[in-house]
């Protein structure tokens, strides 16, 4: 509370009082931790010593949450009378709400400070909560709700009601204590006293009490100790009604007869049997096992046979017999030398389970035991050979080799080593350890073993390692929609521990898919491999569903392998058969339309109607034409209503059509897909066709619009390329007297053509030439000799040999096809003419044909220009005809010569085109070819070399390759003016 005083002179302090009593003399009186004493007036005063002191007066106002009591907490009421209790409340501020509640009863609810009770019965009694809240907000702003609560015990005298026990159904074990609870309800006021009492008589007036209070104890429960027991409360006001329960007392399993320890018995020894006697309560249930396993009456090696009965008190008497009897025994009851083992009884209730065990020894002669006929290491190793086999009594072990008679001894020098085991259950194992195998140590070893019953002499073989032996008895284990478990009996490893196997797996030509699922995978029915490693059983994945296979198995080493074992035949389940597609039904016609995705499964249309009566009913089960690659539309009319006999339901209800679909295998119409009801209407499958149809029709149109504008596209470049080379073709002359320009080394290669275009039939017709020209006119072909096609040395140098494989490889590198459609005349490969060219330049010199075919199909690579060939340049240099070409054979020889080496040597693109990366435009082939003409024409020629009237004819024509991939040479000419050119040539 701060004190601002306004005086002149200045005050230096003030004085507080609070009810005249002074309490502080600062500015600002603070007090700690407010209490509701706290509360009341403070008065702050002031004096500057002008005899006129001031004075100033604050009210505090201290809030609190509320604060309830009752004045008792019990209250006694008689049974019909009235109850008032009030609960005083203080708060500041006055609280919003005063209720009274009551513990364990939410629907009871009061509001105000007094609770009122009329007409009191024993239900009233019970605890009463009286709660007051209140709203506390400071003058700081902060507001917050609080309550508190004060209770009081409402006591109605009224005598006890029912009383009841707890548990309800009481079990105790044989030696073990138990307690009941006793209660009533209502429970009485005042306090009841409890008695306990035991086989109450109904005569009985005053029954014996067994003892009081609200617990009964029994320390230590015994067969005696069950019976009824019963309970019961009373107070001053009366007695209440009596409880009772049925005390069980459960005995564990008790044996009256065990089996013994240890039994011996002989093998062969019939009629043999275990017997179990033990006392239960309650009924105790018996088993019998054999080395912790349970033993199953379905092996036909035993029969159990059990008597039980019931004595005093419910206590069970069980007998239990095992007997060693079954099918699966010699005579139906001779002991085996697989009985040996330990044995147990057991019998278990709700209490307990006891067992009595039981080692039963065979005497037999020796058995082998999981024994390996062969074993295998190489020369220089360590070879153990074991030998193991089960007997008793105790055997005794010789090692022999081969015929010898002589048993092997442990020697000094180590080469032999011999060991024995046991595993204390009838099991020995013998291990010959050999040294630093020699080659002389491979062969036939024998392992003796005897005892007093007999002895036996099992032969394992030593060896070198190997192969593995083959895989046996391939069969499957589990078969799934895509995959196949495979198991099989393995063969001798090898001697190898890393053997694997490989499963091989075909699928047949004819699927269980059906026909109509044809595949286009060239390898789809050969034999696949599937690596399983070491496992077995192995499990063959990514199989296709309803297919069938077969299957067979190797195995492989670092040695070899084996052969294959037998072959099985599996056929995949099916996963899951998918619904039908726009199933809808047309009343007006009673026609059914849907469409199947695509699918491998043999499968059939299933349409069930709903009849006017109700229940679904099988109309028509259609066959389907299926696809594997794409959906199929399918249709089907359903059969008019035939007259029935009376009473049968129709169908199909006329007013109300109800058709639902579902597809299934056709060999087992139990597995299908899930139903789907049909649309009532026309079908969406000829809507959706029609559509179709128009969306192709679109597409088509587009296509030859997009055409027509590449074509006119195509015809301005060429028109303005044409013109800019006219400017070019004075300085031709002077500029094919000298050598060709060499490409440059980082001249870009030329553009990708995609192979388009018919076959070509010119090749058909290109070794029929007339070769009957002049020798002037075979010199001009012969320094033409292959626009570039450089020709092998070994070839050049020598004619009767072939081409080099790797010349084979340079043909065949481009993979594009140029055509020719630029007019109506026959469309040639460019081939066939240097075909007649080459023919012509060699006839002097004598070259077969054969060889003329070999040299005329070299042409040269290079892999910086074009891609790796020279020829495919727009325009190489024709040189003109030297005037020795029309001499003998040593002037057109040393021409030809010449020409082909300086043919190679081909200008290049920038030499003709301002862009060196241009791209070479080659026209369609047309259809109509003419095969009737003997000439072969080059195209590809621009205007101002014979491709214009008014042209120096007598200017050697640039001519452009073009490659189509359906010819055997793989060149076209595809410009009309070069053939023009050459046919005069010709002429």
Not at 201 to 223: C, E, F, R, W
Request: aromatic share 8%; hydrophobic share 30%; charged share 20%.
């Amino acid at each position: 509370m701060e004190c601002k005083v306004d005086a002149k002179p200045k005050v230096n302090s003030v004085r507080w009082t609070r009810n005249g009593k002074y309490i502080s003399n600062s500015f600002i009186h603070t007090i700690q931790g407010v209490t509701v004493q706290d509360a009341g007036k403070y008065t702050c005063s002031a004096d500057n010593g002008l005899d006129h002191p001031g004075e100033k007066d604050i009210y505090l106002d201290v809030l609190y949450p509320p604060s309830v009591t009752v004045d008792s907490k019990t209250y006694e009421a008689e049974e019909g009378g009235t109850v008032e209790i009030r609960c005083e409340v203080s708060a500041n501020p006055e609280p919003i709400s005063i209720e009274w509640t009551k513990e364990g009863k939410n629907d009871f609810r009061q509001k105000g400070n007094t609770l009122v009770l009329t007409r009191v019965d024993a239900e009233m009694a019970g605890t009463y909560v009286c709660k007051a809240v209140n709203v506390i907000t400071s003058s700081t702003g902060n507001r917050m709700e609080r309550a508190s609560s004060a209770s009081v015990a409402v006591l109605v005298r009224h005598k006890p009601g029912r009383a009841f026990i707890s548990p309800d159904r009481p079990v105790a074990q044989e030696g073990a204590g138990v307690t009941l609870t006793c209660s009533a309800k209502p429970p009485g006021w005042p306090a009841p006293q409890y008695r306990w009492f035991r086989d109450i008589d109904v005569g009985d007036v005053k029954p014996n009490v067994l003892a009081t209070g609200n617990k009964y104890t029994i320390p230590s429960a015994h067969l005696g100790s069950e019976g009824v027991y019963h309970c019961q409360a009373t107070n001053e006001l009366g007695h209440g009604d009596i409880a009772s329960v049925n005390l069980e007392v459960y005995q564990p399993p008790r044996f009256q007869s065990k089996l013994q320890p240890h039994m011996i018995k002989n093998s062969g020894e019939r009629n043999f049997s275990l017997t179990c006697v033990a006392l239960g309560k309650p009924l105790p249930h018996v088993k019998w096992y054999k080395d912790n396993s349970e033993i199953k009456a379905d092996a036909n090696l035993y029969e159990v046979k059990t008597e039980i009965n019931e004595s005093r008190n419910a206590v069970f008497n069980i007998q239990s017999m095992l007997r060693f009897r079954g099918r699966a025994r010699p005579n139906g009851d001779d002991l085996l030398p697989d009985d040996r083992g330990v044995y147990s009884c057991s019998f278990e209730n709700e209490v307990k389970k006891v067992e009595s065990t039981m080692q039963l020894r065979i005497e037999h002669e020796p058995i082998s035991i999981r024994q390996q006929n062969k074993v295998a290491y190489d020369v220089m190793e360590n070879a153990e050979i074991s030998c193991r086999v089960q007997a008793y009594p105790k055997p005794e072990f010789q090692w022999f080799y081969g015929s010898n008679t002589a048993p092997l001894q442990m020697s000094s020098d180590g080469h032999y080593e011999i060991t024995t085991t046991t595993d204390n259950n009838d099991s020995y194992l013998s291990i010959l350890l050999i040294r630093n195998v020699k080659a002389q140590d491979y062969g036939d070893y024998y392992c003796k073993v005897k005892n007093s019953l007999g002895s036996i002499r099992p032969q394992i073989r030593l060896q070198p390692k190997g192969a593995p032996e083959s895989p046996r008895t391939l069969s499957s284990q589990k078969v799934g929609p895509t995959f196949v478990t495979l198991k099989w009996e393995a063969g001798f490893d090898g001697g190898l521990s890393n053997t694997k196997y490989f499963v091989w797996y075909r699928r047949l030509k004819n699927p269980a898919g059906g026909e109509h699922c044809a595949s286009d995978k060239a390898d789809e029915f050969d034999w696949k491999e599937y690596d399983c490693r070491r496992s077995n059983p192995c499990n063959v994945t990514r199989l296709d569903q309803h297919n069938t296979y077969h299957f067979k198995v190797k195995a492989v080493n670092t040695k070899g392998q084996s052969n294959y074992s037998n072959e099985i035949t599996v056929t995949t389940k099916v996963d899951k058969i998918p619904p039908p597609e726009q199933v809808t039904f047309d009343p007006s016609t009673r026609s059914v339309g849907f469409s199947v995705g695509p699918t491998c499964l043999p499968l059939v249309g299933v349409i069930e109607g709903l009849g006017a009566v109700g229940g679904w009913q099988v109309v028509d089960t259609m066959p389907l034409r299926l696809s594997g690659v794409s959906s199929t539309i399918q249709e089907t009319t359903l059969e008019p209503p035939t007259n029935r006999g009376r009473g049968s339901e129709p169908p199909l209800d006329q007013l109300n059509p109800r058709v639902r679909l579902r597809l299934c295998l056709q060999d087992s119409q139990d597995t299908c897909s899930e139903y789907i009801e049909a649309d009532i209407g026309p079908s969406y499958t000829k809507e959706t066709a029609a559509l179709t149809t128009a969306t192709v029709i679109a597409i088509v149109v587009s296509c030859l619009v997009f055409l027509l504008f590449l074509s006119l596209l195509f015809i301005f470049c060429r028109c303005k390329r044409n013109e800019n080379k006219k400017e070019t073709s004075k300085d031709y002359e002077m500029d094919s007297m000298r050598p060709p320009m060499v490409s440059p080394p980082n001249q870009a290669p030329p553009p990708y053509y995609p192979s388009t275009g018919m076959e070509n039939k010119a090749l058909e017709h290109s070794m029929d030439l007339q070769m009957s020209m002049d020798d002037s006119k075979n010199a001009v072909y012969a320094t033409q000799g292959g626009y570039g096609y450089h020709m092998a040395p070994h070839a050049q140098g020598h004619p009767g040999q072939n081409m080099s494989n790797t010349d084979w490889v340079n043909m065949g590198y481009i993979e594009n096809s140029y055509t020719n459609s630029n007019n109506g005349g026959s469309v040639n490969s460019q081939d066939s003419l240097w075909q007649m060219k080459m023919a012509a330049a060699n006839s002097g010199a004598g070259m077969p044909p054969h060889q003329l075919i070999e040299r005329q199909s070299n042409y040269g690579y290079d892999p910086i220009t074009h891609g790796g060939y020279g020829t495919i340049d727009d325009y190489a240099p024709y040189p003109p005809l030297p005037h020795g070409a029309h001499g003998t054979h040593s002037t057109h020889g040393s021409h030809a010569g010449d020409y082909a080496l300086r043919s190679s040597q081909t200008p290049s693109r920038q030499d003709y085109c301002s862009d060196p990366y241009a791209s070479v435009h080659k026209p369609k082939k047309r259809m109509d070819q003419h095969i009737e003409s003997p000439y072969h024409e080059v195209s590809g020629l621009p205007e101002a070399y014979g491709g214009e009237e008014g042209a120096a004819e007598d200017k050697p024509p640039h001519l452009s390759l073009s490659y189509d991939e359906s010819l055997e040479s793989g060149y076209s000419t595809p410009n009309s003016r070069a053939r023009r050119v050459i046919r005069e040539i010709i002429v």
